[in-house]
């Protein structure tokens, strides 16, 4: 999938950073296009699941993906009170494979992270 996406590093961190890089729209996000006409969409959404607890449908927008991905991340050194409304975005038993893959123990990480990924 790292090839794919034009990238060298392998990790799962890397693939879902640079599909995320490539843009939120899954018609035009190129790394995601490759992984599906080239790879296994499958296989790529299987990881999604295994590393971050997010479930795609055809119909979810990869913006959702990269705020489950950051709420994640912030629930985990933030009050619940300060994410109420938000809990869909967390599921419980990923939390901290969440929360390590993409904060190395650090919100600020994080919201670096989640600002690569949205603002451009």
Same mark, same amino acid.
């Given at each position: 999938?790292?090839?794919?996406?034009?990238?060298?590093?392998?990790?799962?961190?890397?693939?879902?950073?640079?599909?995320?890089?490539?843009?939120?729209?899954?018609?035009?996000?190129?790394?995601?296009?490759?992984?599906?006409?080239?790879?296994?969409?499958?296989?790529?959404?299987?990881?999604?699941?295994?590393?971050?607890?997010?479930?795609?449908?055809?119909?979810?927008?990869?913006?959702?993906?990269?705020?489950?991905?950051? +709420?994640?991340?912030?629930?985990?050194?933030?009050? !619940?009170? /300060?994410?109420?409304?938000?809990? #869909? =975005? $967390?599921?419980?038993?990923?939390?901290?494979?969440? +929360?390590?893959?993409?904060?190395?123990?650090?919100? !600020?990480? /994080?919201?670096?992270?989640?600002? #690569? =990924? $949205?603002?451009?």
């Amino acid at each position: 999938m790292a090839v794919l996406c034009g990238i060298n590093g392998g990790s799962a961190q890397d693939v879902i950073i640079a599909v995320l890089s490539a843009g939120l729209e899954k018609e035009s996000n190129d790394a995601l296009i490759n992984i599906e006409k080239f790879g296994n969409i499958e296989a790529f959404w299987a990881l999604i699941q295994k590393y971050t607890g997010y479930q795609n449908s055809d119909d979810r927008p990869l913006s959702e993906l990269a705020a489950h991905i950051l +709420i994640t991340a912030l629930s985990q050194t933030m009050p !619940a009170s /300060a994410l109420r409304g938000l809990e #869909r =975005f $967390v599921p419980i038993p990923t939390r901290r494979t969440a +929360i390590s893959l993409f904060m190395n123990g650090n919100v !600020a990480t /994080a919201v670096v992270t989640w600002r #690569r =990924f $949205v603002i451009m």
